[in-house]
């Protein structure tokens, strides 16, 4: 098992940038996958990005393909999620989540942050 905190949203403009951190304690964090959902109001739990126990792989949602950038610490415990060049339908509360192996589907992980609400503005 491992627990997880978000931190590091807001209120931003478009063209802005975030950094969201991810702090996991419990079990052993390099031996999880990695990845980051959101979920606006009124729709499903969305994939972002995820990455591998190495930080060697990663793979986007094509909506964030080019402004977003996952990125781990093994040693510190913590992932991270650049965001670049914001718009306004990035807006949701982000999650961050650990599973077992390489997947896409919320189902798929296991473990989940209280999620971190980042709000974009025109």
């Known amino acids: 098992q491992v627990q997880l905190v978000e931190s590091g949203g807001g209120l931003v403009q478009a063209g802005d940038s975030l950094r969201l951190s991810c702090a996991a304690s419990?079990?052993?964090?390099?031996?999880?996958?990695m990845g980051w959902f959101r979920q606006a109001p009124g729709k499903e739990r969305e994939f972002v990005a995820r990455?591998?126990?190495?930080?060697?792989?990663?793979y986007y949602t094509d909506s964030v393909k080019g402004r977003f950038t996952i990125s781990r610490d093994n040693a510190k415990n913590t992932v991270s999620l650049q965001m670049n060049s914001l718009k306004p339908e990035d807006t949701a509360v982000y999650y961050c989540?650990?599973?077992?192996?390489?997947?896409?589907?919320?189902?798929?992980?296991?473990?989940w942050g209280q999620g971190t609400q980042v709000t974009v503005s025109s």
């Open positions: 990455i591998n126990r190495s930080g060697v792989l990663t």
């Open positions: 419990g079990r052993t964090f390099s031996g999880f996958v």
């Open positions: 989540a650990a599973g077992p192996v390489i997947a896409t589907a919320p189902g798929s992980y296991n473990y």
